[in-house]
């Protein structure tokens, strides 16, 4: 038992802490509006890091690597990243809003919550994750794993995931205090091209033959 738990645990921070549209949203949102906004990022994301754990766990999210669902899937979240990228390096070229005034972010996933939740939602790359990573769960508690089991793995992850999102939108609050309004700019800007690129870029290994 506590293996499972220390196992849900540990895949819960390698999950949220690698590198990817999550964090790169959440870095474009708190460098301009600090903890609140990259933190509501990181909490909407929670949304779709459940759905994918259960349909994981389930076994159904091998089901939609197969090609007439993962095509459209991979479109939807090819969008959402071109407007996010689009919408922060818009955002950066408008002068930073003063520290008195609350921060609104324009464009059509204006809410911080929002834009996490999609962008978990939408992301492929928690499909081939989940394919991977439900069955090797499945396989090591046996293939009729009673639900217990199940659950304690899933309370566990969700709470390293949690754990996580307090981290990362602590780091970004320390890292929007650090840096002068012109890095702030450039960091955001910057947050927007690679989100576009990794848009570009999906599409890409998408269509490759």
Same mark, same amino acid.
């Given at each position: 038992?506590?293996?499972?738990?220390?196992?849900?645990?540990?895949?819960?921070?390698?999950?949220?802490?690698?590198?990817?549209?999550?964090?790169?949203?959440? =870095?474009?949102?708190?460098?301009?509006?600090?903890?609140?906004?990259? =933190?509501?990022? @990181?909490? %909407?994301?929670?949304?779709?890091?459940?759905?994918?754990?259960?349909?994981?766990?389930?076994?159904?999210?091998?089901?939609?690597?197969?090609?007439?669902?993962?095509?459209?899937?991979?479109?939807?979240?090819?969008?959402?990243?071109?407007?996010?990228?689009?919408?922060?390096?818009?955002?950066?070229?408008?002068?930073?809003?003063?520290?008195?005034?609350?921060?609104?972010?324009?464009?059509?996933?204006?809410?911080?919550?929002?834009? !996490?939740?999609?962008?978990?939602?939408?992301?492929?790359?928690?499909?081939?994750?989940?394919? %991977?990573?439900?069955?090797?769960?499945?396989? #090591?508690?046996?293939?009729?794993?009673?639900? !217990?089991?199940?659950? +304690?793995?899933?309370?566990?992850?969700?709470?390293?995931?949690?754990?996580?999102?307090?981290?990362?939108? %602590?780091?970004? #609050?320390?890292?929007?205090?650090?840096?002068?309004?012109?890095?702030?700019? +450039? +960091?955001?800007?910057?947050?927007?091209?690679?989100?576009?690129?990794?848009?570009? =870029?999906?599409?890409? @290994?998408?269509?490759?033959?």
């Amino acid at each position: 038992m506590i293996e499972l738990i220390l196992t849900g645990l540990w895949l819960g921070l390698v999950f949220n802490a690698a590198p990817g549209p999550i964090f790169t949203e959440s =870095l474009r949102r708190g460098v301009r509006g600090g903890f609140g906004p990259a =933190l509501a990022v @990181q909490v %909407g994301s929670l949304v779709g890091d459940a759905a994918w754990a259960v349909l994981g766990l389930a076994g159904a999210a091998a089901l939609l690597t197969q090609p007439q669902l993962h095509i459209p899937m991979t479109l939807i979240g090819c969008v959402v990243l071109l407007l996010l990228g689009l919408q922060g390096i818009r955002d950066a070229l408008k002068p930073k809003a003063p520290q008195s005034e609350p921060v609104v972010t324009s464009g059509t996933l204006r809410g911080p919550l929002t834009a !996490g939740a999609l962008l978990s939602l939408a992301s492929v790359w928690n499909v081939v994750y989940w394919a %991977g990573a439900g069955g090797a769960v499945g396989g #090591a508690l046996g293939e009729d794993a009673p639900l !217990g089991p199940l659950m +304690i793995f899933f309370a566990a992850f969700m709470s390293s995931s949690i754990l996580w999102c307090f981290i990362c939108a %602590g780091f970004i #609050a320390g890292l929007r205090r650090a840096v002068s309004q012109l890095w702030t700019r +450039i +960091i955001e800007g910057g947050a927007g091209v690679a989100l576009v690129v990794m848009a570009v =870029l999906l599409v890409l @290994q998408s269509f490759e033959v």
